[in-house]
């Protein structure tokens, strides 16, 4: 039986503003128990400011749930993280230049 690889995240994050769930469909990478969403619009994006509101989200990929946090990753901080997920992005759709968060699960 082959084990299905999603090209896609769904992530939800509840609304800084509004207090209400919103799901978005993203691309993301794996590295060493994250996920790792990159956004286009930085900070400007909608999800990344609830997750900086509220870093609780829920997310499934692959035919799994999770819950847990979210964060921005700060590359002057953790360059060595930074370069890594922007490598992973670069190579599974030729594209790295936004806003890297991350997702753990709990």
């Not at 035919?63 to 992973?88: C, F, H, N």
Request: glycine share 8%; proline share 5%.
């Amino acid at each position: 039986m082959t084990t299905y690889k999603s090209e896609f995240l769904y992530v939800t994050t509840t609304g800084h503003k509004t207090g209400t769930p919103h799901e978005i469909e993203i691309w993301f990478c794996e590295h060493e128990g994250g996920y790792y969403l990159c956004a286009e619009h930085r900070e400007r994006t909608h999800w990344v400011q609830n997750i900086q509101h509220n870093p609780v989200v829920t997310f499934w990929v692959n035919e799994q749930t999770y819950k847990g946090r979210g964060r921005v990753i700060d590359p002057a901080a953790e360059p060595e993280l930074a370069k890594a997920v922007s490598g992973l992005f670069d190579a599974k759709y030729n594209w790295s230049d936004g806003l890297l968060v991350e997702l753990r699960p709990d």
